[in-house]
């Protein structure tokens, strides 16, 4: 495919959605808007604002189109989500937010129907965080559901149904623990047809393939050339993952920064995942298994902060280490290698940068940990905002021999989405972080470790 100059992005976290024009030589993002992913209370259950998105789009689509032209449009999202159609194409019912409990109320039920995780690489997750537990909530609770459902779409293959009118799934996003997809095999699970939903589940593409062109109703509304490309979209850890996969050769893990951590390792050794500790197969863009973990550390570091955000002096971080100030998992206890644990200080802060100091290295440490369930080797790539956290990255190239990189230039998910129109792209330029050269940060972490394996050994 020749490159586009110009890739729109619809790119949605689960804090904010945005819509990033990148310049496909450069490969920056040379406009953005963003807006907050609001959770609307309901009725029938807690749900996302697709129209709210959608008309932000459309109108930035055109400002964007106006300004800068436009040549092709990707699409980027979180995982672990749904989108139910009626036969006209219009919602079935919202699109539940998977944080949502309501699922848990039916964990026993969900639980005599699903997949053993040597089918699906996916562990069994609280919520709704297996969108296989969404579904079948939402049938169970709303019985009149499974018959109004004529098509089925995961997320990002939602924006692309809206912008040229084409339905899809795409593998990305089956293989972020939906329990509905066989990543070894490359096919949907045995849950599809348990679900009632053979013939509703969209068919499955890979990222880059292009589901159309923008359809003339998109056209006439944003100003864009009715022959504008959409590809089929791709999950956003995996969108962080796709510039490393595409021009790296060897072992190597990418860890994606944002509300969630994402630690993927690609090539690295053999090792059994523990669906117990939140390790789990995800599915590349080329379609290939990818053995993860992850953890809620954007979360965990926003509780933390409480809303103070505090520049760390050399004093703090010294205090820090020499005091063995240290905040032990899980701050989100829903998720992660330590669920089920409740947070805890060894020694309260005194001050909000000391705070600071202490969290930085816990999301490193609790990052190496996810490192090492996956079998992690060669160096690890950091994206996303923790990539300017200097107690992150000290940590955490102290502790992994393979050595930590962060991009010299912003790539993550926008840039990721955008090169499924580059398949032939050069891997982004990264920088190596040098280990600070004292025994300080070895030692912490060790005393870290010694401290959270106790308290596993003694629950």
């Not at 807690?46 to 689509?61: I, M, S, Y």
Request: net charge negative; hydrophobic share 40%; with cysteine.
């Amino acid at each position: 495919m020749t490159m586009p100059r110009h890739i729109a992005v619809l790119d949605v976290g689960k804090t904010n959605a945005k819509l990033a024009l990148v310049d496909a030589d450069s490969l920056t993002e040379i406009a953005v808007v963003t807006r907050p992913n609001t959770v609307l209370a309901g009725p029938p259950w807690p749900h996302f604002d697709l129209e709210g998105h959608w008309a932000f789009f459309l109108d930035h689509l055109a400002a964007f189109h106006e300004s800068h032209g436009i040549d092709a449009i990707s699409v980027t999202t979180h995982g672990a989500s749904a989108v139910l159609l009626d036969a006209e194409g219009e919602l079935a019912a919202p699109m539940l937010d998977y944080e949502y409990d309501g699922p848990d109320s039916l964990t026993s039920e969900y639980d005599a129907i699903r997949p053993q995780f040597s089918e699906t690489g996916s562990p069994r997750l609280g919520m709704g965080l297996n969108v296989g537990a969404q579904l079948y909530w939402q049938f169970e609770t709303d019985p009149g559901l499974r018959d109004r459902v004529a098509n089925v779409l995961t997320y990002p293959q939602y924006w692309g149904y809206r912008l040229t009118g084409r339905m899809a799934t795409d593998v990305t996003s089956l293989g972020c623990h939906t329990d509905l997809w066989n990543p070894w095999e490359g096919q949907f699970s045995s849950l599809v047809d348990r679900l009632g939903l053979t013939d509703k589940l969209a068919t499955a593409h890979p990222s880059a393939d292009v589901l159309g062109t923008v359809s003339d109703d998109i056209a006439a509304r944003t100003g864009l050339s009715p022959d504008t490309p959409v590809v089929c979209g791709i999950h956003d850890s995996n969108a962080s993952l796709l510039p490393h996969v595409l021009g790296r050769k060897g072992a190597f893990s990418v860890v994606s920064t944002g509300t969630w951590v994402i630690v993927m390792s690609m090539g690295g050794r053999s090792t059994a995942l523990d669906p117990n500790r939140d390790t789990l197969v995800n599915v590349n863009a080329l379609g290939q298994a990818v053995p993860s973990a992850r953890f809620m550390g954007g979360r965990e570091y926003e509780i933390i902060r409480a809303g103070g955000d505090t520049e760390v002096r050399d004093s703090d971080r010294a205090t820090v280490l020499a005091e063995h100030i240290m905040l032990l998992p899980a701050v989100e206890p829903g998720s992660g290698p330590f669920r089920g644990r409740e947070a805890s200080w060894t020694l309260e802060p005194a001050e909000q940068e000391q705070r600071m100091a202490a969290l930085g290295f816990y999301l490193a440490l609790m990052t190496k940990t996810c490192l090492d369930l996956v079998g992690a080797d060669g160096p690890v790539i950091i994206e996303g905002p923790f990539a300017r956290n200097r107690e992150y990255l000290d940590m955490l190239a102290t502790l992994h021999d393979g050595g930590v990189e962060i991009a010299a230039s912003a790539t993550g998910t926008s840039v990721g989405a955008a090169m499924l129109f580059a398949e032939n792209a050069s891997p982004p330029e990264t920088h190596k972080i040098k280990p600070p050269a004292s025994d300080l940060l070895s030692n912490y972490a060790m005393i870290w470790q010694a401290r959270v394996e106790g308290e596993t050994t003694c629950a």
